[in-house]
Nanobody, 123 residues
Framework: QVQLVESGGGLVQAGGSLRLSCAAS????????MGWFRQAPGKEREFVAA????????LFADSVKGRFTISRDNAKNTVYLQMNRLKPEDTAVYYC????????????????WGQGTQVTVSS
């Protein structure tokens, strides 16, 4: 099994940057595609970014394309979300997710989910 723990959230000003980390446990971590989702108060959870098991393929939501970068370090069992030029509308709880294929991650019905980390962007 895979357990996911997010960290790195916090309060930043608009235009600033933040890097989220998702630490995974489990011997089969490198076999999973990984992704990030977010949920703002009163809104549905939305897809943010995803990365294949090898790191060779990535996908981004249009709302974050060009500003966010997803990467992974399988040796450290960690996935990262680098967020640049943050906007107040990026404020949300960010969740890490994992499944066996990239398209399964983006579909939102992931096999594993983290607990979430709060990101707040002030105007």
């Amino acid at each position: 099994q895979v357990q996911l723990v997010e960290s790195g959230g916090g309060l930043v000003q608009a235009g600033g940057s933040l890097r989220l980390s998702c630490a995974a446990s489990g011997r089969t971590f490198s076999s999973y595609a990984m992704g990030w989702f977010r949920q703002a108060p009163g809104k549905e959870r939305e897809f943010v970014a995803a990365i294949s098991w090898s790191g060779g393929s990535t996908l981004f939501a249009d709302s974050v394309k060009g500003r966010f970068t997803i990467s992974r370090d399988n040796a450290k069992n960690t996935v990262y979300l680098q967020m640049n030029r943050l906007k107040p509308e990026d404020t949300a709880v960010y969740y890490c997710a994992a499944d066996l294929a990239l398209r399964r991650v983006t579909a939102g019905t992931n096999e594993y989910w983290g607990q979430g980390t709060q990101v707040t962007v002030s105007s």
